[in-house]
């Protein structure tokens, strides 16, 4: 069984950085890919960032420009930058793991959360 543990949450003041890590179990270059999600209270969880196997990287509008993600493949860890962070970036933020099953995606793969406050 995967498994993928995230820390580096916290609290911290708006314009602040955080980083967050996610250590994987397993070789990240099995997966196609690896995500950062967040769910605030009341709110559908989205997917924040992204990254596939190959090294693209992805973002949702509201973070473009604040957020990196990246991996290290040599610990099997993905990381997420976050910088010029807003009270609207608090969340729990769970790292996951896309699996390409033939030709059906999914992100298979849970963390079990780390809580970021942002502070005003």
């Known amino acids: 069984q995967v498994q993928l543990v995230e820390s580096g949450g916290g609290v911290v003041q708006t314009g602040g950085s955080l980083k967050l890590s996610c250590a994987a179990s397993?070789?990240?270059?099995?997966?196609?890919?690896m995500g950062w999600f967040r769910q605030a209270p009341g709110k559908q969880r989205e997917l924040v960032a992204a990254i596939t196997s190959g090294g693209l990287t992805d973002y949702v509008d509201s973070v473009e420009g604040r957020f990196t993600i990246s991996r290290d493949t040599a610990k099997n860890t993905v990381y997420l930058q976050m910088n010029g962070l807003k009270p609207e970036d608090t969340a729990v933020y769970y790292c996951a793991a896309r699996v390409r099953d033939r030709n059906v995606i999914s992100w298979r793969y849970w963390g079990q959360g780390t809580q970021v406050t942002v502070s005003s």
């Open positions: 397993a070789i990240i270059f099995s997966f196609s890919g």
